[in-house]
């Protein structure tokens, strides 16, 4: 076993940047600085100065030895996570972790939501209460282990100081400490109270990976039964006693506000209860949804559109491509100098993106003067009390957070505009207010992925090798908005670089440079399951192809030349390559194979897609082979589920998805017309993964990041047409021009987005 010496009070490692850290694995505790200016103490498996105040609040429990761990007197086992569970299976993945070390199994620990609170469940690679980036696991795997290993080694202590034998003579077993020699047997209720009354151990031993019972498992998860049942409990679930519901309306001109509101027909409805305004945006409360939604439809407005009123998606992009042009670059990587030779160039453009997840976004709010209950899924629980103290002027400890299971993120509950809107509406009222978007109001007021546009380069020899690569971006910023200390001394946003200035292959020389040019005011751009990879990924993943085909080389085997240096994503390479049969037998006329690698969030990863592309253009993923090396794998159930669902999700933006704008408003509104993969449409996925001693890596946005620049290079591969753009247009894809003006002219409204997309 691995034993840990560490003081009570933790490591601290001052001066860590965030891409450091996350590059580094994110096994390290630190103190780590907010954007606010203040720091925190980042998660501790030892006890802190808050514990015992958390635990009192949660319970009281006979246990509870740090943040994770509650042991109440009848022996239950609970978890209380600092994560939140939004779909990717952390809940089960962090049980397991605590669970292995603790000496108990999965089935034994029930899970806890945490509460907001910054100095016990800070997260060291993100400088916060956070729940993103891919983070989580890697952020954990040690905290959690060690955290269960503390609880572990004072519950023999109490036994053993109990039977008055050696502690190491004991032995633990699904919540059970025995003594063999002896017979003798105690449970972790038992033990309980007296093991809180000893002091902390200055050495733990964590076992060694050859002896993990669960860890490595493909383990059920902890938290299917209950939203198979219907008893998980999302945000929009939430009912509490005297609540109404309210449905809000907000500026449909990005940066608008509210001029005027008549509301008498929407007061007759029946149910209508009250209309609320804020500076730019009005909601009805009913007693219920439907009561609220049909009073919203009935009320007359009037908006001040503003300084966006004549914004469009061509200005945004002809803006892009001005400032890359004109405007000073930041250079955030380069080493070498460009060499003479050949100068091949492309051009790459990516769209806004919007989130779509399937839980529109919704925040119950209870104000009172002496206090402020928030239920909602957050994966910034902290921070939306912060937001909520300064709207209702209340102080932070006066304002509790319950967070609930969160129906999907991607990155747009990494923010609080929508609490902070139902918190300006609650302080209104007496009565506990339930706010809920509806879909419509969600895509439209959307905070979106960036769009880009690149100017992407390499000087190559006479056979075709890279001597020279380079990339330069213009696009918003995201972390510079989201958290600007975070920026590096220069202004240059790590983030935005991500996978290319650190690229997986072995180039000889490298230059990335960025043109920072943000959006208007008013058109805000956020998280969006993995921004940096999931752009850089596409744009040279697809440039390299176009390299290898220029110089007449396979894909994969030009690939492999520069990866011998890498033997983690060189294996992620070979192990898909091999289980697609690549290069083995011919395919059918148009349809080909695509291939795309990266070193993303930590782990490495390669997908390969198979893909058919009709003569009308249309476009149908046959299979999908993807390898992954995530360093240790904790649940491989879980890792299959992420990497598919993840795959999906990318493969549902690069053929469908794209956020337009039209005097300043979203265009978009609803499925129909920001449409993702329909179940007829996903392919047969494989995910083969590469057993590992590494560290492990993130997933959540792995299989998202790797996604488009597979499925393009496929559609190059079985049409010849090399896409610079995304989303997927059909019409450059198509073989028969006149059988394609026919599917556009029999289009009719509310057939689906894919129909009018090939026009």
Not at 79 to 96: D, H, K
Not at 117 to 138: C, D, F, K
Not at 286 to 301: I, P, T, V
Not at 618 to 646: F, T
Request: glycine content about 12%; proline content about 5%.
């Amino acid at each position: 076993m691995k034993t840990l010496d560490r003081p009570a009070s933790g490591i601290g490692i001052g001066g860590i940047s965030r891409r450091a850290a996350l590059q580094a694995g994110g096994l390290a505790l630190a103190f780590t600085w907010l954007g606010t200016g203040k720091a925190f103490a980042a998660i501790n498996p030892r006890q802190q100065p808050g514990d015992a105040a958390a635990a009192l609040a949660d319970g009281n429990p006979a246990f509870a030895p740090n943040a994770f761990i509650r042991i109440d007197a009848d022996g239950g086992v609970r978890l209380v996570m600092p994560m939140a569970e939004m779909g990717q299976a952390i809940y089960t993945g962090s049980a397991m972790l605590l669970a292995e070390e603790l000496g108990v199994d999965l089935d034994q620990v029930r899970v806890e939501h945490s509460p907001a609170n910054e100095a016990l469940y800070g997260m060291p690679l993100l400088g916060g209460q956070i729940t993103g980036g891919s983070t989580s696991t890697r952020g954990t795997f040690g905290v959690l282990r060690e955290a269960g290993a503390v609880a572990r080694t004072l519950l023999v202590s109490a036994a053993a100081a109990q039977w008055k034998v050696d502690p190491a003579s004991c032995t633990v077993e699904r919540g059970v400490v025995s003594h063999a020699a002896s017979g003798r047997q105690l449970g972790f209720g038992a033990l309980a109270g007296a093991a809180a009354k000893l002091p902390m151990p200055a050495k733990v031993a964590l076992k060694e990976p050859k002896d993990f019972r669960l860890i490595g498992q493909p383990l059920r998860r902890v938290d299917s039964a209950g939203k198979v049942n219907g008893t998980a409990q999302f945000g929009i679930d939430v009912r509490v006693p005297g609540m109404k519901v309210a449905t809000v309306r907000a500026s449909p001109t990005l940066g608008g506000v509210l001029a005027s509101v008549d509301d008498k027909a929407a007061r007759a409805i029946p149910g209508v209860i009250d209309v609320l305004r804020i500076k730019d945006a009005v909601a009805v409360v009913g007693e219920h949804f439907w009561a609220a939604k049909r009073g919203l439809e009935a009320l007359k407005l009037k908006w001040t559109q503003g300084r966006n009123a004549t914004l469009t998606t061509q200005q945004l992009r002809a803006a892009l491509a001005d400032a890359l042009a004109k405007d000073k670059a930041i250079v955030g990587k380069e080493t070498g100098k460009r060499p003479e030779g050949t100068l091949v160039q492309a051009t790459y453009d990516l769209p806004m993106l919007a989130h779509a997840t399937m839980e529109p976004l919704n925040t119950t709010v209870h104000v009172r003067p002496d206090g402020c209950d928030i239920w909602v899924g957050t994966q910034v629980p902290a921070r939306c009390v912060g937001v909520a103290a300064k709207i209702t002027g209340l102080a932070e400890d006066k304002v509790v957070l319950h967070n609930q299971y969160l129906g999907g993120g991607f990155g747009r509950r990494l923010e609080t505009d929508s609490v902070e809107q139902a918190v300006a509406f609650a302080k209104q009222v007496p009565y506990p207010l339930k706010v809920v978007w509806t879909r419509e109001e969600d895509i439209r007021h959307d905070i979106v992925r960036p769009m880009y546009h690149d100017e992407i380069s390499a000087v190559v020899d006479g056979e075709g090798r890279i001597q020279w690569f380079g990339d330069r971006i213009s696009g918003g910023t995201v972390l510079g908005r989201w958290a600007p200390a975070f920026m590096g001394k220069d202004g240059m946003d790590g983030d935005l670089i991500e996978c290319v200035a650190e690229p997986c292959y072995d180039l000889p020389n490298l230059k990335v440079e960025w043109v920072r040019h943000d959006m208007p005011a008013g058109l805000n751009v956020g998280w969006w399951r993995g921004v940096g990879p999931t752009h850089n990924l596409f744009v040279m993943e697809s440039f390299i192809d176009e390299l290898a085909q220029r110089a007449k080389k396979d894909p994969v085997a030009y690939r492999r030349a520069m990866l011998q240096k890498n033997p983690r994503t060189l294996a992620v390479l070979d192990l898909a390559a091999s289980r697609i049969g690549w290069g083995q037998g011919s395919l059918p006329a148009r349809v080909g194979r695509g291939v795309a690698v990266g070193d993303a969030f930590g782990s490495r990863v390669c997908a390969i897609i198979e893909a058919e592309v009709s003569p009308q253009g249309e476009v149908r993923m046959r299979r999908a082979v993807v390898a992954v090396d995530c360093g240790i794998a904790v649940n491989a159930s879980s890792i299959e589920a992420q990497i598919q669902g993840g795959l999906l999700f990318g493969l549902s933006a690069a053929l469908y998805n794209e956020i337009t704008l039209r005097d300043g408003a979203i265009e978009q509104s609803n499925f129909h017309d920001y449409r993702t993969l329909r179940i007829n449409e996903a392919p047969a996925i494989e995910v083969h993964l590469v057993k590992s001693a590494e560290a492990p890596g993130g997933l959540g946005e792995v299989g998202t990041a790797i996604a488009a620049p597979a499925l393009a290079n496929a559609i190059f591969a079985a049409t010849g047409v090399r896409l610079r753009a995304l989303p997927v247009n059909r019409a450059l894809l198509a073989q028969d021009k006149e059988a394609l003006k026919k599917k556009v002219a029999d289009a009719r409204p509310g057939k689906g987005f894919d129909e009018g997309r090939s026009a």
